[in-house]
């Protein structure tokens, strides 16, 4: 459900919305693995892996991130 939900609702490619779906299950099966659970997990930063090939390419000194995102590389 949340993968479809991200693929129409935002326009994800499909490999961008695994790779979303991906880290947000990782987050909350870390956090129900704690023994001290806390507060519930919220999203602080934006951010999320990438599968190499598949989720991004690096070219000419740029990541292009799959959907036409394109970012300079400094450093």
Aim: glycine share 10%; aromatic share 8%.
């Amino acid at each position: 459900m949340l993968y479809s939900e991200l693929k129409n609702l935002f326009n994800l490619p499909s490999r961008a919305a695994l790779d979303c779906y991906r880290e947000a299950l990782s987050i909350a099966e870390s956090w129900l693995r704690s023994p001290r659970k806390g507060k519930i997990p919220r999203v602080k930063a934006l951010g999320m892996l990438l599968t190499r090939n598949q989720g991004y390419r690096i070219r000419d000194g740029f990541v292009e991130i799959v959907g036409g995102c394109r970012l300079k590389i400094v450093g």
